[in-house]
């Protein structure tokens, strides 16, 4: 099953110009948010990036830019750290 969030609330933004098509982000995204077409990264899907930060700090070049810690990777890490049930609480049964 993929996991979806929130619907066009993503931070998420990649600057083509920059991109140099190393695919750093492809390897790196846990939720292949990514794909390479005609030599560089596009965002294949959005709404599958939970804001974990993983693309923008091994990107090489910084096309990628996202704003780490405000998504829904950081209220599932901070409930799992607490021991509560994993959760983000955004009410959305398609959420997590």
Do not use: W
Not at 28 to 38: A, I, K, Q
Not at 56 to 68: D, F, I, M, R
Request: charged share 20%.
């Amino acid at each position: 099953m993929k996991h979806r969030y929130l619907k066009n609330v993503q931070t998420l933004r990649l600057s083509s110009e920059k991109c140099i098509g190393c695919g750093k982000c492809t390897e790196v995204c846990p939720h292949n948010v990514f794909s390479l077409e005609n030599s560089k990264a596009v965002i294949a899907d959005k709404n599958s990036c939970m804001e974990c930060g993983a693309c923008s700090k091994n990107c090489p070049v910084s096309a990628v830019k996202v704003a780490a810690n405000v998504g829904c990777a950081t209220a599932i890490i901070f409930s799992r750290l607490a021991g509560k049930e994993q959760n983000c609480e955004c009410g959305s049964a398609e959420c997590c």
